[in-house]
Nanobody, 124 residues
Framework: QVQLVESGGGLVQAGGSLRLSCAASGVTFSMYAMGWFRQAPGKEREFVAYIHRIGGNTYVGDSGKGRFTISRDNAKNTVYLQMNSLKPEDTAVYYC?????????????????WGQGTQVTVSS
């Protein structure tokens, strides 16, 4: 059974940094492209970042461009989201997700597996 568990969320002041982690189990991790999404209260879940199954290709959405970096360690079955220069509008629940697609995966419907999420709150 596939399980994704996020960690690393918390409360941080604007301008600060957080690193989110997502540990996978029950899968051959290197077979999955991974993504991060976020959902703020009253808003739809939105794409944040994507990384190819072997990590060579990444993509960060407009909301995090220049501030967020996605990476993975297949030996540790873990994907990371480094978030710098955080803003209050980054406040949301952050979810990691896994996809078996071979191409760049940017939409939530293309991810088959989801974690439970970790709360990130950025104070002004």
């Amino acid at each position: 059974q596939v399980q994704l568990v996020e960690s690393g969320g918390g409360l941080v002041q604007a301008g600060g940094s957080l690193r989110l982690s997502c540990a996978a189990s029950g899968v051959t991790f290197s077979m999955y492209a991974m993504g991060w999404f976020r959902q703020a209260p009253g808003k739809e879940r939105e794409f944040v970042a994507y990384i190819h199954r072997i990590g060579g290709n990444t993509y960060v959405g407009d909301s995090g461009k220049g501030r967020f970096t996605i990476s993975r360690d297949n030996a540790k079955n873990t994907v990371y989201l480094q978030m710098n220069s955080l803003k209050p509008e980054d406040t949301a629940v952050y979810y990691c997700a896994g996809s078996t697609r071979y191409y760049t995966v940017l939409t939530r419907d293309e991810y088959e597996y989801w974690g439970q999420g970790t709360q990130v709150t950025v104070s002004s």
